[in-house]
């Protein structure tokens, strides 16, 4: 019913930055309509939430450890959400997949999410 492609991802060093891009292809309801998310998923580890934005923007939501060097915004009007990450860190290495939620509040679960995109890879050297 909804399909999510995540793009943007490649190889930086330490320190560096880059922006992945979640494009919604198809669905049947309107992009605001879901709650967006972004989670990663490193080898040998479970996938874990990265960040989270409500409906129509007003709410953010980050784990620490981007907390202060990621920033998730979205364009409506372009079936688009946005992951900018600065200061990557070696740590930062992982699948990152795009989420969407029919949900109303934005949570860190990731069962909570309906939707997921096929993952883009992020790899930061040191």
């Known amino acids: 019913q909804v399909q999510l492609v995540e793009s943007g991802g490649g190889l930086v060093q330490a320190g560096g930055s880059l922006r992945l891009s979640c494009s919604r292809t198809?669905?049947?309801?309107?992009?605001?309509?879901?709650?967006m998310g972004w989670f990663r998923q490193a080898p040998g580890m479970e996938r874990e939430f990265v960040a989270g934005?409500?409906?129509?923007?007003?709410?953010?939501e980050y784990a620490d450890s981007v907390k202060d060097r990621f920033t998730i915004s979205r364009d409506n009007a372009k079936n688009t959400v946005y992951l900018q990450m600065n200061t990557l860190k070696p740590a930062d290495t992982a699948v990152y997949y795009c989420?969407?939620?029919?949900?109303?509040?934005?949570?860190?679960?990731?069962?909570?999410?309906?939707?997921w995109g096929q993952g883009t890879q992020v790899t930061v050297s040191s």
């Open positions: 934005i409500s409906r129509q923007g007003v709410t953010t």
């Open positions: 989420a969407a939620s029919v949900g109303t509040f934005v949570r860190q679960g990731s069962s909570s999410y309906n939707y």
């Open positions: 198809a669905s049947r309801r309107d992009f605001s309509s879901y709650v």
